[in-house]
């Protein structure tokens, strides 16, 4: 699958959020990579980049206080590599894109790795 379709699947997946949870987005910006970073495969400590599908980085919303001002948007990334290695049709990569978006979005929206595995 090309980047742009995928792109396009990340956007339909963003698309799919209940409305009130997409109003609740604030100050997060979501982006598409090939493969992470060195800097996010020692955050994540991790050393084969394609175990790594998507990253959270950033101040989860529960987190957040009154002190919360003048910082740089929280991150997430969804990496396209890794998915299409795990996914033999274009189905399962949309079903695998979705999965993932709405992973990354639960750890912004201040769940951890136990309150997400419950949904999946």
């Known amino acids: 699958m090309d980047p742009a379709r995928f792109e396009?699947?990340?956007g339909e997946s963003l698309a799919a959020l209940p409305e009130?949870?997409?109003q609740a987005l604030?100050?997060?910006a979501i982006h598409v990579a090939d493969?992470?970073?060195p800097g996010q495969m020692d955050e994540m400590d991790e050393g084969d980049p394609y175990h790594?599908?998507?990253?959270y980085e950033g101040i989860p919303l529960t987190q957040r206080d009154?002190?919360?001002?003048?910082?740089?948007p929280d991150?997430?990334?969804i990496f396209r590599l890794p998915i299409l290695q795990i996914c033999r049709t274009d189905e399962e990569i949309r079903e695998?894109?979705?999965?993932?978006?709405?992973h990354e979005l639960g750890h912004y929206f201040g769940m951890d790795e136990d309150q997400l595995s419950q949904f999946e």
């Open 52 to 55: 790594l599908l998507g990253l």
């Open 75 to 77: 991150r997430i990334t």
């Open 35 to 37: 493969l992470p970073g």
């Open 96 to 102: 695998q894109v979705l999965k993932t978006v709405m």
């Open 26 to 28: 604030e100050n997060v």
């Open 8 to 10: 396009q699947l990340v």
């Open 66 to 72: 009154f002190g919360y001002a003048g910082v740089l």
């Open 20 to 22: 009130k949870f997409f």
